[in-house]
């Protein structure tokens, strides 16, 4: 097919992921606020109301794989808008709760799935047309979700003030079903030519194929792309249909699992994320009452927690920017930013004035720029062809660790009565993920020799 790169349609498809974005994760980040109306509403524990938040992450996360299948079956606008659907009727259910049970149902199961569906499909699409530029096009589609956490956080508190929760919550189903248009503009690159919305740029040369491989004469001899850069040698044809017989749309989903579960390096991204996501947003969660219980004023404190997501905004134009114009691998880029955010959470006890934790968040926000990175990482060493299922699983295994990480962190302050432990861990966690990026070389060998021996093999089978 024509390399995706040369449709100047990408730049529609971007700014729809990132308006999705600012959606999905701006209204996500907002249900602190509502945790607070709601113990009020139903006289209920902190614990009881916390885990509505945990169903509404599970279920946007751990289904990831499930997300991979639903937009493969039905295409991004269709799975789009049933994601802003979901969203919608989850609020609406929220809204005329009268019962906790309710709110786990509705904003817990319904609205989660939604969310994580929309998100899901707005990092695909991206995926799909930009390659040379896949890190920067990443880091500019989340940038919508720290200006969505910053602007819809200081937006929720005055919609509750002026018309209470449940009115909110009302006004956020009409904000979710924008959704539903943005999807509506996500065309894959297959389809613009014949919908004649091909803006494609000049003598423009096909740089990659969308199937993850591409075949081509060199000096006599056929040469397989393999995912992204890995080349191995072909002399026969039937070792090109072995590759074919391989590619992702002639293998079931469960056998395309089973190969990929065999892959040093997605097995590597999948330990590093769960690493991460143990750690990465226990800032978000603790930093706030860190900050109150060190006697700091709410005004304050509300500024901290904003100042995450607001540096964030600038950090992930920035770092993917840099590493796009420098060439750098994403992967190697993913180590150090979380080695950088695991040195500053580690430091970060001794910082106890309000200064020094606003410089905290604002720097930790600033190098919070894991997410982009491993998708791009994701789409670069394992391949365009296989990324949809590599990131269904990557988000499964960062939902783990969002589980696991709060709630661990929350222990240890229970435990030790002060969140000098938790940070420490936290930070410590990090610091592990990032150095374990120092194994992608030798992970890469490892799966370069099994690619060959497979071919090896496959040549004297066949």
Sequence with gaps: MKNPESYKYKWVVLLSASLTCSLTWGLAYTIGLFYISWVDEFDAGNGEVAVIGGINTGVSC????????????????KAGALSGILMAVGYIGSALATNLFMLCFFY????????????????????????????????????????GGFGFTILSQYLIVTYGWRGAM??????????????????????????????????????????GYEVSNKDDSDLASVGSDDKIEIDDEREVQFFRSNDPENRTWLRR??????????????????????AVYVP?????????LLGIDA????????????????????ITGICSALKIDPFYAYGFVNVVSGL???????????????????????????????RASAASLLGADVF???????????????????????????????????????????????????FRNKAKRIQDAKMTADVIYKRYEL
């Design 299 to 318: 005004t304050t404190v509300t500024w901290i927690a904003s100042s995450i997501s607001l540096s964030m905004c600038f950090g992930r134009i920035a």
């Design 284 to 292: 978000f969660v603790h930093l706030p009452e860190r900050a109150r």
């Design 108 to 147: 817990g199961v319904i609205q989660g799935f939604g969310f994580g569906l929309a998100y899901f499909g707005a990092s695909l699409a991206v995926n799909k047309y930009f390659i040379q530029q896949r890190t920067f096009a990443e880091g500019m589609a989340t940038f919508g979700s720290g200006a």
């Design 170 to 211: 009302l006004i956020f189903s009409g904000t979710a079903l924008h959704i539903v248009v943005l999807f509506q503009l996500t065309f894959s690159p297959d389809q613009l030519d014949y919908l004649k919305l091909n803006w494609k740029t000049p003598n423009a040369t096909d740089k990659s194929s969308e199937l």
């Design 388 to 438: 949809s299922m590599a990131y269904g699983w990557i988000v499964a295994i960062s939902g783990v660790g969002l589980f696991i990480g709060p709630a661990l962190a929350g222990l240890l302050y229970d435990i030790t009565g002060s969140y000098d432990a938790t940070f420490y861990a936290s930070g410590a966690c990090l610091i592990a993920c990032g150095t374990m990026v120092a």
């Design 344 to 374: 500053l959470t580690v430091f970060s006890p001794f910082l106890t004035t309000k200064d020094g934790l606003l410089c905290y968040a604002i720097f930790y926000g600033l190098f919070y720029v894991s997410v982009p990175l491993i």
């Design 62 to 77: 751990l289904l990831g794989p499930l997300y991979d299948v639903m937009n493969t079956r039905l295409g991004y606008r």
């Design 257 to 278: 699992c089973t190969g990929m579960f065999r892959n040093p390096l997605f097995l590597l991204m999948l330990f590093t994320e769960f690493l991460c996501w143990i």
